[in-house]
């Protein structure tokens, strides 16, 4: 059988390049496309007409989700990873509390980055739950680690990252039970456009990050226990 992929937040940077990876190891993907024209996505999906689907999805918005899942419950009967990479920041969650704090800001980093993948599992949950390896992957960041924070800022997005983990722990606990797991990822800092332009210092491309977190999550029976893996993409353990 074919395996199947859905990767959110497709449409550049490392979401972009986990779809081109997965292509390559030869998985039919389920992109999730928030922009309306993806230069990028169409040349995939020109190089892979038959493997590669563009879903038109908002994870912040549940309706734009729920559409999303009826349309790939309507090309496939199951779904082996989901891998939800899709998150905002903003440049005003850079204040610290000697300044006012913007909690519209706040909200909607927690909405897009906790809630989003939330809904997002969940919606497509009947289908991974009729694969074989049943297997969530959400796009951390070292920023969700309490134990190893450093930071006096940035709230909104360190707070929504630290859910994310927690949803991690509660999916993953689920999960197990059913044949399930959940793998968790700090992707590294990447040459994306996270801030608007792009981090040209960044220490890695998206294109190294998602190779090695593809390679990693096909070896994911590897780090199948008690909680779910949380890890750098060199495969080191990231503490909670």
Not at 41 to 66: C, W
Not at 105 to 112: C, D, L, P, Q, T
Not at 213 to 240: H, Q
Request: net charge negative; charged share 20%.
């Amino acid at each position: 059988m074919k395996r199947v992929a859905c990767v959110t937040g497709a449409d550049q940077g490392l979401g972009l390049s986990l779809v081109r990876s997965l292509l390559a190891k030869q998985f039919s993907v389920f992109a999730g496309q928030f922009l309306k024209e993806s230069e990028d996505l169409k040349a995939l999906k020109e190089r892979y007409p038959e493997q590669l689907e563009l879903i038109p999805l908002d994870i912040s918005n549940k309706d734009s989700v729920k559409q999303a899942a009826r349309v790939i419950s309507s090309k496939t009967g199951y779904v082996d990873i989901i891998i939800n990479n899709a998150g905002i920041i903003r440049s005003a969650d850079n204040a610290t509390v000697l300044v006012e704090l913007d909690d519209e800001g706040m909200a909607e980093i927690y909405n897009v980055n906790t809630l989003g993948a939330l809904r997002v599992s969940n919606a497509l949950m009947g289908l991974l739950l009729q694969s074989e390896d049943k297997l969530i992957v959400n796009i951390s960041s070292e920023a969700g680690s309490i134990t190893r924070n450093k930071r006096i800022n940035m709230y909104g997005y360190c707070m929504s990252k630290a859910a994310l983990n927690m949803q991690s722990s509660l999916m993953h606990n689920h999960l197990k039970t059913l044949g399930g797991q959940v793998m968790v990822f700090h992707p590294g800092w990447l040459q994306t456009y996270m801030h608007g332009k792009k981090d040209e210092q960044a220490e890695m491309t998206p294109d190294q990050s998602a190779e090695q977190i593809i390679d990693l999550v096909l070896n994911y029976k590897k780090y199948m226990g008690e909680e779910p893996a949380y890890l750098d993409t060199d495969g080191s353990p990231w503490s909670w």
